[in-house]
């Protein structure tokens, strides 16, 4: 039966990957194509930090562009799977490590099954971060958020402090702090409560010093992020209707999209806790609140206990002024966070996972995951032949007017939704595409 779910779960990362294969560029990626064609990558990047996203200059940014430049739509993909693996893997090297387990027990197999789980539960994400080029890179930024927590962690739970250590941790956190600016804030949470616990609880003067190195790295990052000008040069380019004074609304309502967005999560996070002999509706429970406020101390350990619960809520503080940039991608970072808090609440190893009642469900989880798979790779295949047919013809009739066909809505597997060309040829995906292959318009029409 092991060996079965060590099977299973190879066949799942591959299939995550296998599906890499068929991504295209389209809307965006053809922009950015068009874009880089004119600029060298840090030209590009510079003048997006200048003009329209803050996070523009980190290695999340600079991949995405070199990928969009340099390479073709599935290597790019590739890259994004990988990331998305990788998530998976430091997702379990946390909650191991915080667990005073040896991380080296982390396994391709129990990689693979949190993949295939994080997968299916974030299906609604899925296009948007890991088979659109463009997109990809939340993974990679979700990827180097881990890392840092990892890292930081590692630091915290051996006590070798030193000059080295304090500086190192300050430059990690510089590099990782350039992320996305719904990620540093759950950074930078994590780091306080770290702190709180560090002077209150441990009295630990060198800790308390390294995670000031931390904080200052982070901060600096955010700063640098959340201050670009092409922040609010993107907010006067799009339609949006503004900042909304409705703070705490504006909190439920991306709340309630993520919840319900990440609803098939939850469900499969369920459903293995059970295996595992755990309940779902405890993890979710503040143990010990009533005692929370009973002094500093209290508090304290109640933070500490909860601080990757509370760090996803923190994803959303971004919002506060207005939801309006509340896409399924961001997602990604409160439900990571809050798959980590599920697992370390309820005490769940590696053990867990060699149970008969565990490799059995598992087992079942993974074939039912590799024919979704398996259904969405045979549904893209048709749809690449019909796009590779829409390319010939716009190399056939270059510098002319093109008229397609319009492809159904049903024919597009979820994993692979993306913003197609309109009947109308002035569109900005048009456009694009137009720009891109030399053609004078370009519309769809009808079947």
């Given at each position: 039966?092991?060996?079965?779910?060590?099977?299973?779960?190879?066949?799942?990362?591959?299939?995550?990957?296998?599906?890499?294969?068929?991504?295209?560029?389209s809307?965006?990626?053809?922009?950015?194509?068009?874009?880089?064609?004119?600029?060298?990558?840090?030209?590009?990047?510079?003048?997006?930090?200048?003009?329209?996203?803050?996070?523009?200059?980190?290695?999340?940014?600079?991949?995405?562009?070199?990928?969009?430049?340099y390479?073709?739509a599935?290597?790019?993909?590739?890259?994004?799977?990988?990331?998305?693996?990788?998530?998976?893997?430091?997702?379990?090297?946390?909650?191991?490590?915080?667990?005073?387990?040896?991380?080296?027990?982390?396994?391709?197999?129990?990689?693979?099954?949190?993949?295939?789980?994080?997968?299916?539960?974030?299906?609604?994400?899925?296009?948007?971060?890991?088979?659109?080029?463009?997109?990809g890179?939340?993974?990679?930024m979700?990827?180097?958020?881990?890392?840092?927590?990892?890292v930081?962690?590692?630091?915290?739970?051996?006590?070798?402090?030193?000059?080295?250590?304090?500086?190192?941790?300050?430059?990690?956190?510089?590099?990782?702090?350039?992320?996305?600016?719904n990620?540093?804030?759950?950074?930078?949470?994590?780091?306080?409560?770290?702190?709180?616990?560090?002077?209150?609880?441990?009295?630990?003067?060198?800790?308390?010093?390294?995670?000031?190195?931390?904080?200052?790295?982070?901060?600096?990052s955010?700063?640098f992020?959340?201050?670009?000008?092409?922040n609010?040069?993107?907010?006067?380019?799009?339609?949006?209707?503004?900042?909304?004074?409705?703070?705490?609304?504006?909190?439920?309502?991306?709340?309630?999209?993520?919840?319900?967005?990440?609803?098939?999560?939850?469900?499969?996070?369920?459903?293995?806790?059970?295996?595992?002999?755990?309940?779902?509706?405890?993890?979710?429970?503040?143990?010990?609140?009533?005692?929370?406020?009973?002094?500093?101390?209290?508090f304290?350990?109640?933070?500490?206990?909860?601080q990757?619960?509370?760090?996803?809520?923190s994803?959303?503080?971004?919002?506060?002024?207005t939801?309006?940039?509340?896409?399924?991608?961001?997602?990604?970072?409160f439900?990571?966070?809050?798959?980590?808090?599920?697992?370390?609440?309820?005490?769940?190893?590696?053990?867990?996972?060699?149970?008969?009642?565990?490799?059995?469900?598992?087992?079942?989880?993974?074939?039912?995951?590799?024919?979704v798979?398996?259904?969405?790779?045979?549904?893209?295949?048709?749809?690449?032949?019909?796009l590779?047919?829409?390319?010939?013809?716009?190399?056939?009739?270059?510098?002319?007017?093109?008229?397609?066909?319009?492809?159904?809505?049903?024919?597009?597997?979820?994993?692979?939704?993306?913003?197609?060309?309109?009947?109308?040829?002035?569109?900005?995906?048009?456009?694009c595409?137009?720009l891109?292959?030399?053609?004078?318009?370009?519309?769809?029409?009808?079947?």
């Open positions: 039966m092991k060996s079965l779910f060590k099977l299973l779960s190879f066949l799942s990362i591959a299939g995550i990957i296998g599906l890499s294969f068929f991504s295209w560029y809307g965006d990626d053809l922009c950015y194509r068009n874009e880089l064609a004119r600029y060298t990558v840090f030209q590009k990047a510079w003048l997006q930090y200048l003009h329209w996203d803050g996070r523009s200059l980190g290695i999340a940014s600079l991949i995405q562009l070199t990928g969009l430049k390479f073709s599935p290597v790019l993909s590739i890259v994004w799977s990988l990331a998305f693996i990788g998530i998976s893997f430091m997702i379990l090297q946390i909650v191991e490590s915080n667990q005073s387990i040896p991380a080296s027990r982390v396994t391709l197999a129990s990689t693979g099954l949190l993949s295939a789980i994080l997968w299916l539960g974030l299906w609604k994400l899925i296009p948007d971060i890991i088979y659109w080029p463009t997109g890179w939340y993974c990679v979700c990827f180097l958020g881990l890392i840092w927590i990892y930081f962690n590692y630091q915290l739970r051996h006590g070798r402090f030193t000059a080295g250590t304090y500086l190192s941790i300050f430059f990690v956190s510089l590099i990782c702090g350039n992320n996305s600016h990620l540093v804030i759950p950074l930078l949470i994590l780091s306080i409560i770290a702190f709180a616990h560090s002077s209150v609880i441990q009295k630990n003067r060198k800790a308390v010093i390294y995670i000031l190195f931390a904080i200052a790295g982070l901060s600096v955010s700063f992020v959340m201050l670009a000008p092409g609010m040069e993107r907010l006067k380019a799009i339609a949006w209707p503004g900042f909304n004074r409705s703070f705490l609304f504006n909190c439920i309502l991306v709340t309630t999209k993520y919840i319900y967005w990440l609803l098939a999560l939850f469900l499969s996070l369920a459903f293995f806790l059970w295996l595992s002999g755990k309940s779902f509706f405890n993890a979710l429970l503040f143990s010990g609140f009533k005692k929370i406020f009973k002094n500093k101390t209290s304290v350990e109640f933070a500490h206990t909860q990757y619960l509370l760090a996803a809520f994803t959303i503080l971004v919002f506060s002024a939801s309006f940039f509340a896409v399924p991608r961001t997602a990604i970072f439900a990571v966070f809050l798959v980590i808090h599920f697992l370390d609440i309820s005490k769940i190893t590696l053990n867990n996972f060699n149970s008969k009642m565990f490799l059995h469900g598992a087992n079942a989880f993974l074939l039912i995951f590799i024919a798979l398996t259904f969405e790779g045979m549904k893209v295949n048709a749809l690449k032949e019909k590779n047919a829409r390319k010939k013809n716009y190399i056939l009739y270059r510098g002319n007017d093109v008229a397609v066909d319009a492809i159904p809505v049903n024919n597009i597997p979820f994993a692979f939704t993306f913003v197609d060309i309109t009947p109308d040829s002035s569109h900005w995906v048009n456009r595409v137009a891109h292959f030399n053609l004078k318009t370009v519309r769809t029409i009808q079947n």
